[in-house]
């Protein structure tokens, strides 16, 4: 996700929620869907089992991770942390999605961060 569409613009329909990206980011119109218990079977009924999930973290590029932290605050309600920079050069915020899941916002920050992720 090469950045969030702007304004970030939650989506919200019932117990499916989501934030979509930019037109112009590749891949194009991607969204980020955080869905509940009415939803998830729709796709693949026994897909996905609620709070089940304890070892994982879906990790987001973004543009400016404070930013991101701003338009989410009132929108998520279960912040693991407020933006950090960590001791590898990302610049962090992480968040709990109504199952349980950690999601993490980063923007790389340091030289060696940005240099990583230049390619």
């Known amino acids: 996700m090469q950045r969030l569409h702007q304004p970030h613009q939650p989506i919200n ?3 499916h929620h989501g934030l979509r990206t930019s037109p112009n980011s590749r891949p194009p119109n991607a969204t980020l869907a955080i869905a509940g218990t009415r939803t ?6 026994g897909s996905a089992r609620p709070a089940d999930n304890h070892s994982v973290i879906t990790e987001f590029r973004v543009e400016d991770v404070d930013r991101v932290h701003q338009n989410l605050t009132g929108f998520i309600t279960d912040f693991v942390n407020e933006p950090t920079t ?5 610049r962090s915020l ?3 999605d109504p199952d349980g899941n950690v999601v993490n916002f980063f923007t790389p920050v340091t030289p060696a961060a940005i240099e990583k992720f230049a390619h």
């Open 86 to 90: 960590m001791s590898w050069g990302n």
């Open 94 to 96: 992480l968040f709990r």
């Open 13 to 15: 329909r019932g117990d």
């Open 40 to 45: 998830v079977p729709q796709f693949a009924p």
